[in-house]
């Protein structure tokens, strides 16, 4: 029955990943998160699960992303060699550290997080769509060309590096591929989007792997009493939402094409607004 609870997870996950763009992490914590307190185990490890679990998961994925995006050399190799060192490193540490906060503080942690990416995606959905005559693409009128950033280069090879290191640790302690972060940053430094997408694809493989090793690393060291794990990373979870997400992420990906990307934002942002404000009451009251 697990192991048929986790397929559950994952068809759900990867349709909504490939229905609304977004990584699976914020869809795989969420519901983990609702499964495991059924499930009985105890507070102080759900989070540190959802989490660690989250990021073994994106593992398949961000491959089978990965191997998408460069075959359309949307993948920017030399500042994806960069950025890896820090975003491994990072989120390594960013599981001990996410390893030493309170389950409580943790879920809060994510809420507020859940909620800044809601309120971004939302209003991005309101930006109007402009169509360039010349090229006949469409363009969303963002912040970004008011950015002191939005015409310079790419910063020297230290300050990726450090860059990838904070990406990394936030992905680690959010339990995401670093989508979230890693395009805004590519984005504000004159990246085309195309680009920031597939180069940020690129980068959720060294913080799944990394990410991963530590959440077990740092688990297994905190002696956690739950069955099928090693630290915090659930092997039936692990299996079954990497198994269904992988392929339906592909049909949430074509039912996508079929709708209003403005109004598939507003949906997801509207779904991640009542998560976030689940977590925050559920650590508050």
């Known amino acids: 029955m697990e192991l048929i609870t986790f ?72 500042v994806f060699k960069n950025l890896a060192p820090g975003l491994a490193i990072g989120c390594f540490l960013g599981a001990g550290i996410a390893g030493q906060i309170s389950g409580l503080y943790l879920q809060l942690i994510v809420g507020v997080f859940l909620l800044w990416v809601a309120y971004r995606m939302f209003a991005k959905a309101k930006k109007p769509i402009t169509t360039n005559a010349a090229s006949g693409t469409n363009t969303n009128t963002d912040n970004d060309t008011d950015s002191p950033h939005a015409h310079a280069a790419l910063p020297a090879k230290s300050k990726q590096l450090a860059a990838g290191g904070v990406i990394g640790v936030a992905s680690a302690i959010f339990g995401i591929g670093g989508g979230s972060l890693t395009v805004p940053y590519l984005t504000r430094y004159n990246v085309v989007m195309q680009k920031a997408v597939g180069t940020s694809a690129a980068c959720g493989l060294p913080i799944a792997i990394a990410g991963a090793l530590g959440y077990m690393v740092f688990g297994t060291q905190a002696q956690i009493d739950v069955p099928n794990t090693i630290g915090f990373v659930h092997i039936y979870a692990f299996l079954g939402i990497s198994i269904m997400s992988f392929f339906t992420a592909k049909v949430g990906a074509k039912v996508a094409h079929m709708l209003s990307p403005s109004l598939l934002k507003k949906c997801f942002s509207v779904l991640l607004f009542v998560v976030g404000f689940y977590f925050l009451y559920k650590g508050l009251f």
């Open 7 to 78: 397929l559950i997870i994952g068809a759900l996950a990867g349709f909504a990943a490939g229905l609304f763009g977004v990584g699976g992490g914020t869809i795989i914590v969420p519901l983990l998160f609702i499964v495991f307190t059924q499930m009985g185990y105890s507070p102080d490890n759900i989070m540190h699960l959802a989490l660690g679990t989250s990021l073994a998961t994106i593992i398949v994925t961000s491959i089978s992303s990965l191997m998408a995006h460069n075959k359309k050399g949307a993948v920017m190799w030399p």
